[in-house]
């Protein structure tokens, strides 16, 4: 059965850090790359960042660059994304997402993933 779970959300203080984890079953990430969405009461689902399965390629939007950092270890089958510097606009669900290949400069913040996780609720109070 594949599946994605995310860890490690939890409540932090502003400029606080946390790191997110996002684990695979029934597949292997190999040859996924992996994102990471995350959605805020009452917006749509944005995109965080991306990771190609090789780590060629790493991207992020810019109200997080500079302060996250997206990493894999597939030997463990496993996705992160390390945030730091955390503000209270970072509050929200924290979702991992997969998707074949590697993360498209032009469409990797679209959320066109094979395989979604159940999110992980981060909430950064100021």
């Known amino acids: 059965q594949v599946q994605l779970v995310e860890s490690g959300g939890g409540l932090v203080q502003s400029g606080g850090s946390l790191r997110l984890s996002c684990v695979a079953s029934?597949?292997?990430?190999?040859?996924?790359?992996i994102a990471w969405f995350r959605q805020a009461p009452g917006k749509e689902r944005e995109a965080v960042s991306c990771?190609?399965?090789?780590?060629?390629?790493?991207y992020y939007s810019d109200s997080v660059k500079g302060r996250f950092t997206v990493s894999r270890d597939n030997a463990k089958n496993m996705g992160y994304l390390q945030m730091n510097s955390l503000k209270p606009e970072d509050t929200a669900v924290y979702y991992c997402a997969v998707e074949r290949g590697s993360c498209s400069v032009a469409g990797w913040f679209n959320p066109w993933y094979d395989y979604w996780g159940r999110g992980t609720q981060v909430t950064v109070s100021s």
């Open positions: 029934g597949f292997s990430l190999d040859w996924y790359a």
């Open positions: 990771i190609s399965p090789g780590d060629e390629n790493t």
